[in-house]
C-alpha cells in the first residue's frame, strides 16, 4: 500500500504531524538510506495544526534509523561480565516475574524499580502505572520526564492547581510581546521557533526578547537579548516585576479578583531595584527597563521557557515567578498571552496526563491525596489502602537506592541513564552494583545496555498504534505503519504480559492500544485533563485535538407518559463551538484550580547556582542540545545526515577567556570538575558570555571518547520538582598543549 500513514514526531515536544509512505517497489524509484536499505518516505502533514506541514531535518529523516541496530529478540545474562544469550520470550517473563514475586514474597515490594520515559506513547505510561502503583502497590515509576519537566509541573500546580500549560501554538501568531527565557528555541523547538520567528517578522511592533547566556540562533532573532549570569534568572524576573510596580504596569483589578498572596510577593520584589539586579545579572540598566517597558505596554504577552528553567535548583520557583509576571499585569487566559512551557520530549505531557511520575497518578491525581488514591483504586478494582500514600522514588533515588542496596529490581524503559544522569561516573557505578537489571529497548548497542542482566526488545515509532499528547495539549493518534521487526513488542504489551504472569490477568485483558486508552480516559474525567470524549476511533475521525474534551452529555428529550421512561439524546458539539469551550486556551474565565479558585503568587528570592563557581573552579558550564541531535543520539546518531552537521562535540569559549588561558580555536581542552573530567576541542566564539562555557549532552561513551557532558555535572536539585540542575556547575579548563594533542582536530569554521 503506498498510501501516506498520519503519526507524530517522536523528538521534541511540539508534536510536528508527518506522513509516511513506504518505500517504491516495482521497479520505481526508491528511497535508500547511506547503506542502501530502503527507506519510508516521510513529509510534513499540512493539516496537522501544530507544525502546519512543516518538520525538521531530524522528522525528515527518522526513518533512516529504523533498521539500524535493532534490538530484535530477548536476551540474557546471569552477570555483567558475561555476554548476552538470545532467549525465548517465554523465559524472559517467566524470570522477571520469578524475580518480582521473590521480592512480593520477601515483603520488599518497594525494592522494584521502574524508570520510562517520554518517549513512551500514553498506552504504555498507563499501563506501567497500573502494573506498579495499582497491582504491585509501589510508586517506583519514575521517567525522564523528571529530568526535563517536572520543574514546569510543578510550578503550574503551585500557581495554578494544577499541571497543564494553558496556551496555544496558535498565540505564537498572535501575541504582541514573546519573552523567551532558557530556551534555545530555534535548535531545540524549531517549528514553533518558524511559526514566531515568521510572525516576528511581518509585525514589528511584536516585541522579542531573549534570556540566555549564550548568543544563541533563538537570541539572533530576538530585539533585546539579555546575556544574564547563569544562576540570576529569578533576580531579572524579580527585577522586571519591581519596575512593573513603580511604572504601574500592573492589573489590580485581576490581581484583586483572581489572586492571592500578592503582599508576599511585593515585598520580595521591592528588594529587586535596577542596580542591584543589572549587577548580579551582568547587564545594564537600561536593557533591563526596556524589557520591563516591553512587557508592560503589550496588551498581549507570551513567555516560553524549557530546560534553562526547569534543570536549575530552583527550577520552581523559576517557573512561579516566570507565572507572577502573568498574573501581575493580567497576562493569562486570553489570545496571545500566558506561561508555556516548551515540552522537551515527545510524550512528556501523555505521561504527567497518566501520572507518568513517582508522584503523580492517572488523571492530574497526587499519591498523598486521600480522595485522589480512592479514585484510582475504585476504578482499577483494588481493596483500599493498595496504591500507596508516599511518593515513589525518583530518578535520582533510584541511582542512591542502588549504592545503599535498596533497590532489588531496575526495569529501565526507552531511555539511555547511563549518559543523560547527573554525576555520570556515580551513576555508572551505581547501575554495576544492580542485583537485577531489565533493559527495554528498540536498539543495541547503547550506552545502558553495558548495565543490564535481561534486554526486551521494543517496537519503537512507526511500529506501534498510540497516543501522545503536546505542548500545547493536542492529542494526536499515532498510527503504525510497518511491524515490528523479528520478536520486537509494544512496551504496554509487555508490561501487561507481565501483569497477567503475576496474577492479575483480569486487570490486563487488552487485546489492542485502543482498548488501553479507552480504559485510560476514563480516569481523566472531571479532571483538569479530561479526555473522556477521546478515543482511537475519535481521533481517526476528526484529527488531533485539544483537551479538555469531555465525553459528550446525555440531556433529556422527553418522558414515555406510558412507561415514565426518561429518552436522551447526545449534545451535538460542532468544531467551532468547541474552539470556544476552553479548549484552546485554560483559564479563559479566570477561574483556577485552587481551593478559592484563585492563582497564586510564589514569593521567591534568588538564591543562586547550587555550586557557584571559585578560584579552584572559576567557570560556569552550562549544557544543552544541538539543531540535529537530540537526547544521547541513540536514533540521531545512526543518520548519516545529521553526523555531518554535528561530526564531533566541543566546548564554546568566549575570546577573552580564552586569551588569558592561552587557547587558541579547535585546541584541546581538558575540562574538570569536582565529579569528573572530559576533553573537548575549543570553539572560541562571542556567542557565550565571559566566564561560562558550553558543551552539547549528546555524546556517550559509544560516539566519542571523554566527551560525555554529565561526567561533570551535580545532582542537587530543586526541593519541589527534584529535577536536577543540569544546566549549571562550576569547571576548571586545562589547555592541553598543541603538540600533545592527540588528535589533530582541523576543522573549518564553517564546519561548527
Not at 335 to 340: H, S, T, V, Y
Request: glycine share 8%; charged share 20%; with cysteine.
Amino acid at each position: 500500500m503506498n498510501e501516506f500513514t498520519k503519526t507524530l514526531c517522536p523528538y521534541c515536544g511540539v508534536g510536528c504531524g508527518l506522513e509516511v509512505s513506504p518505500p517504491a517497489q516495482h521497479g520505481k524509484a526508491t528511497n535508500r538510506d547511506s547503506e542502501g536499505t530502503p527507506t519510508w518516505r516521510v513529509r510534513g502533514d499540512k493539516s496537522h495544526p501544530s507544525s502546519q506541514g512543516m518538520v525538521c531535518v531530524k522528522g525528515a529523516t527518522i526513518t533512516e534509523s529504523l533498521n539500524k541496530n535493532r534490538l530484535h529478540y530477548p536476551m540474557m545474562r546471569n552477570s555483567l561480565d558475561q555476554e548476552f544469550r538470545r532467549v525465548s520470550w517465554d523465559e524472559a517473563f517467566n524470570l522477571i516475574t520469578k524475580r518480582i514475586q521473590t521480592l512480593r514474597l520477601q515483603n520488599e515490594t518497594d525494592s522494584i524499580c521502574m524508570y520510562g520515559s517520554g518517549q513512551f506513547q500514553t498506552e504504555d505510561y498507563y499501563i506501567a502505572q497500573k502494573l506498579l502503583k495499582g497491582c504491585l502497590g509501589t510508586n517506583n515509576f519514575d521517567a525522564n520526564s523528571r529530568l526535563c519537566m517536572s520543574s514546569a509541573v510543578s510550578g503550574y500546580i503551585q500557581s495554578f492547581g494544577a499541571d497543564g500549560p494553558p496556551c496555544c501554538y496558535d498565540d505564537l501568531e498572535l501575541t504582541d510581546c514573546a519573552f523567551l527565557i532558557g530556551t534555545n528555541t530555534a535548535e531545540c523547538h524549531p517549528i514553533v521557533f518558524n511559526r514566531l520567528a515568521k510572525y516576528h517578522k511581518k509585525n514589528r511592533h511584536v516585541k522579542m526578547v531573549v534570556v540566555d547566556p549564550r548568543r544563541t540562533p533563538t537570541a539572533e532573532a530576538a530585539d533585546l537579548h539579555l546575556a544574564i549570569r547563569p544562576g540570576t534568572d529569578i533576580d531579572l524576573l524579580n527585577g522586571i516585576a519591581h519596575l512593573l510596580m513603580k511604572w504601574n504596569y500592573i492589573d489590580t483589578a485581576f490581581m484583586d479578583d483572581c489572586t492571592s498572596n500578592f503582599p508576599a510577593y511585593a515585598e520580595v520584589i521591592s528588594h529587586y531595584s535596577p542596580d542591584v539586579v543589572a549587577r548580579q545579572c551582568g547587564i545594564n540598566i537600561e536593557d533591563l527597563e526596556t524589557a520591563a517597558k516591553y512587557w508592560g505596554k503589550s496588551k498581549s504577552v507570551l513567555s516560553l521557557w524549557s530546560m534553562g528553567v526547569n534543570q536549575s535548583s530552583e527550577g520552581t520557583a523559576k517557573v512561579r515567578t516566570i507565572i507572577n509576571l502573568h498574573l501581575m499585569t493580567g497576562q493569562i487566559g486570553k489570545p496571545g498571552a500566558g506561561p508555556f512551557s516548551l515540552t522537551g520530549q515527545p510524550n512528556a505531557m501523555g505521561g504527567r496526563e497518566a501520572g507518568g511520575l513517582a508522584h503523580l497518578l492517572p488523571g492530574y491525581r497526587l499519591v498523598k491525596n486521600d480522595k485522589h488514591r480512592a479514585e484510582v483504586e475504585d476504578f482499577w478494582g483494588l481493596e483500599r489502602g493498595k496504591i500507596s500514600p508516599i511518593s515513589g522514588l525518583t530518578a535520582w533515588d533510584m541511582i542512591t537506592g542502588l549504592e545503599s542496596g535498596n533497590v532489588g529490581l531496575l526495569w529501565i524503559a526507552a531511555t539511555n541513564p547511563a549518559v543523560s544522569m547527573p554525576d555520570l561516573e556515580r551513576t555508572k557505578k551505581a547501575l554495576l552494583k544492580s542485583p537485577f537489571t531489565i533493559y527495554q529497548d528498540a536498539y543495541y548497542p547503547t550506552e545502558t545496555s553495558a548495565y543490564a542482566h535481561v534486554l526486551l526488545p521494543a517496537a519503537q515509532w512507526g511500529e506501534k498504534t498510540g497516543i501522545m499528547t503536546n505542548s500545547e495539549r493536542r492529542v494526536t493518534l499515532c498510527s503504525a505503519f510497518r511491524e515490528p521487526p523479528r520478536e520486537a513488542k509494544p512496551d504496554w504489551e509487555i508490561f501487561a504480559e507481565v501483569g497477567r504472569r503475576l496474577g492479575f490477568e483480569d486487570k490486563f485483558a487488552f487485546n489492542n492500544s485502543a482498548e488501553v486508552y479507552a480504559e485510560f480516559v476514563q480516569l481523566t474525567r472531571q479532571r483538569p485533563c479530561d479526555m473522556s470524549g477521546l478515543s482511537h476511533q475519535e481521533l481517526e475521525a476528526h484529527g488531533p485535538t485539544q483537551w479538555p474534551h469531555p465525553e459528550k452529555k446525555a440531556k433529556p428529550i422527553f418522558i414515555d407518559s406510558d412507561t415514565g421512561v426518561m429518552s436522551f439524546e447526545l449534545e451535538e458539539v460542532n468544531d467551532s463551538q468547541v474552539e470556544t469551550q476552553n479548549t484552546k486556551r485554560l483559564y479563559t474565565d479566570l477561574l483556577f484550580h485552587t481551593p478559592d479558585g484563585r492563582a497564586r503568587f510564589g514569593a521567591y528570592y534568588s538564591k543562586g547556582l547550587a555550586e557557584p563557581p571559585d578560584p579552584n573552579y572559576p567557570f560556569i558550564l552550562t549544557t544543552g542540545r544541538l539543531y540535529g541531535h537530540w537526547h544521547t543520539q541513540t536514533r540521531t546518531g545512526r543518520i548519516e545526515k545529521i553526523r555531518q552537521m554535528h561530526p564531533e562535540p566541543f566546548i564554546e569559549i568566549h575570546p577573552r577567556d580564552a586569551a588569558t588561558l592561552g587557547i587558541i580555536d579547535h585546541q584541546w581542552l581538558e575540562v574538570r570538575s569536582r565529579r569528573g573530567k572530559t576533553k573537548f576541542p575549543a570553539k572560541v566564539t562571542k556567542a557565550i558570555s565571559p566566564g561560562t562555557v558550553f558543551i552539547p549532552m549528546h555524546w556517550g561513551k559509544l560516539w566519542a571518547d571523554d566527551a560525555e557532558a554529565n561526567n561533570l555535572t551535580h545532582s542537587e536539585s530543586c526541593p519541589d520538582s527534584l529535577q536536577p540542575e543540569l544546566k549549571a556547575c562550576a569547571v576548571q579548563l586545562v589547555p592541553i598543549p598543541v603538540e600533545n594533542t592527540v588528535q589533530n582536530y582541523q576543522l573549518q569554521s564553517s564546519q561548527w
